[in-house]
């Protein structure tokens, strides 16, 4: 997905700027388990959104989560292609 290489491509470059210039870079500063936490928060916010089915909400809720999540790869050094990787061992 284009705007998923997009985040991918901006959410690398904030790592190691100014904590004050960027939300990325705060959470970066921040640290691991903050980032973790802020995956754990928005899986939460997703799967409500869903129960109480507002799909604007879970557009919006999905898009916190999958942002924070590539924040959490990027800190991990995970790619995006490794998770592409696993997905393509999985084709049947
Ligand atoms: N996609 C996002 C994105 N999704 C969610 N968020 C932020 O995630 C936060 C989630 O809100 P919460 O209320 O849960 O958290 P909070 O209270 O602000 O923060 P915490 O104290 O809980 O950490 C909000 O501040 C949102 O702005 C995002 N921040 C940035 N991006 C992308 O990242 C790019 C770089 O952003 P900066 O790093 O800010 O330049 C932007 O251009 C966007 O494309």
């Known amino acids: ?3 998923l290489d997009e985040l991918w491509a901006v959410i ?3 790592r190691g700027a100014d904590p004050e210039s960027s939300y990325t870079a705060k959470l970066f500063a921040k640290g691991r388990p903050k980032i973790a ?3 754990g ?3 939460v916010e997703t799967v409500i959104a869903a ?7 879970l557009a ?3 898009a916190d ?7 959490l790869w990027a800190d991990c050094g995970l790619d995006p292609n490794d998770v592409a990787a696993v997905l393509e061992t999985r084709k049947r």
């Open 37 to 39: 936490q802020k995956v």
């Open 51 to 57: 129960l109480v089915q507002d799909k604007d909400a």
């Open 12 to 14: 690398l470059e904030r």
């Open 65 to 71: 989560l999958l942002y924070h999540l590539l924040v």
């Open 41 to 43: 928060e928005e899986a």
């Open 60 to 62: 919006a809720e999905s």
């Open 1 to 3: 997905m284009q705007a």
